[in-house]
């Protein structure tokens, strides 16, 4: 940190600092590596670790807020440098949108795919592990969303967004309720039908 004292303004140097060119070409090669690895890192968390937000969505925000943030506080950091990360990174969020478009190579190795978890009233428990979720956190989402009876539900599908999408019977019976005081064992879902 400057001292007070110390400081003097000089508009070149805050904006340029005291580096050379060749610091452009590492933040390029920074940027490159840490965002690929992290949006990488992202999806082999999971779905429950992004929520609502997608996995390249939230990079952008801790990204941006760091460069933002960095080139704000620090009066060490060069504008031009923050000013460059900042436009790697809103550049390299629009090529990988634009990939995720055009290629479905692409679009699978950077989105969470969508999982389906109940078909016809019963727990899809092989699809479980795919999607990084539990019995338990199935039946909170389906309580979470209104759904009192497993029975009445003819899919429900896991979205990469971590949010159960549920399509229900017009007229479902009630057989297999999933309220908390109603489950004995939650093993037996699947033997219950």
């Known amino acids: 940190m400057i001292e007070g004292n110390e400081y003097s303004f000089d508009f070149l140097r805050i904006l340029f600092g005291d580096f050379s060119l060749m610091i452009y070409v590492e933040i390029i090669c920074r940027v490159v590596i840490i965002m690929s690895y992290t949006m990488l890192l992202i999806k082999w968390i999971g779905k429950r670790a992004v929520g609502n937000l997608g ?74 592990p795919a999607a990084d979720i539990d019995n338990e956190d199935v039946l909170m989402l389906l309580r979470q969303s209104g759904i009192r009876d497993l029975s009445v539900v003819q899919h429900a599908y896991y979205e990469r967004s971590g949010a159960l999408s549920i399509f229900k019977y017009e007229n479902g019976n009630l057989i297999t309720s999933i309220l908390p005081e109603d489950i004995e064992d939650i093993d037996t879902f699947s033997s219950k039908k």
């Open 55 to 128: 996995s390249a969505d939230i990079l952008l925000i801790v990204a941006m807020g760091s460069a933002v943030g960095d080139a704000m506080f620090y009066p060490t950091i060069p504008l031009a440098v923050a000013l460059t990360v900042i436009s790697l990174v809103a550049a390299f969020q629009k090529l990988v949108v634009d990939l995720q478009i055009k290629y479905e190579s692409v679009r699978k190795l950077t989105h969470l795919p969508t999982t389906k978890l109940v078909e016809n009233g019963k727990l899809l428990k092989e699809n479980f």
